[in-house]
């Protein structure tokens, strides 16, 4: 089983990943941590010295990279789907889950973040409403399963991300309830 979470910033992705793996008994992979790794640095110290096209090239690589391993759930960074390469990698290669929110949940999640290098100017607010304009199409794009992540608990969002993969590995096509 090979799960890959996609979604905006704040929208719950490593969080709800490391549940998902856990409940279903496959490594937790976080694309943004193994970047990190591999650079000894921060992404936002990376994105500063060297700016976005560089750090997207090192994405693109790192994603094919863990793509290719057995079993596992991938929490991908928010922009990951911004190249083609990786939105057509993650598709062939993952059951691909757009874990959805909305800007003012988001916004509530995020407002206090020093970390996201992407978030870290005057109207951050602005910024997520242009990421998710430009974004949301491309998750809806490559999503197998999309999920609201705004009012559910966590585990709530695990148990229903569970149940629809559960569903869909026995061949139905049969929704299961939600808890919204």
Same mark, same amino acid.
């Given at each position: 089983m090979k799960l890959a979470l996609v979604g905006l910033p704040g929208s719950g992705k490593s969080t709800i990943g490391r549940q998902l793996a856990q409940r279903l008994g496959v490594p937790f992979l976080d694309s943004d941590a193994e970047i990190e790794a591999r650079l000894g640095t921060s992404i936002r110290a990376y994105f500063e010295q060297h700016g976005e096209a560089a750090f997207r090239d090192i994405e693109a690589q790192v994603l094919q990279e863990?793509? @290719?391993?057995?079993?596992?759930? #991938? *929490?991908? /960074? /928010? /922009?990951?789907? #911004?190249? @083609? *390469?990786?939105?057509?990698?993650l598709k062939q290669a993952c059951t691909v889950v757009y874990l959805r929110a909305s800007v003012d949940d988001l916004w509530r999640r995020l407002r206090h973040d020093t970390k996201r290098p992407l978030l870290q100017v005057p109207d951050a607010q602005a910024r997520l409403r242009q990421l998710h304009a430009e974004r949301a199409p491309l998750y809806e794009e490559i999503a197998d399963i999309a999920v609201d992540t705004g009012r559910p608990s966590a585990r709530a969002v695990t148990r229903i991300i569970a149940m629809q993969v559960e569903l869909a590995d026995q061949g139905t096509d049969a929704a299961p309830p939600t808890d919204s």
């Open positions: 863990l793509c @290719e391993r057995d079993a596992f759930v #991938l *929490a991908t /960074g /928010g /922009g990951a789907v #911004l190249r @083609e *390469a990786n939105r057509r990698t």
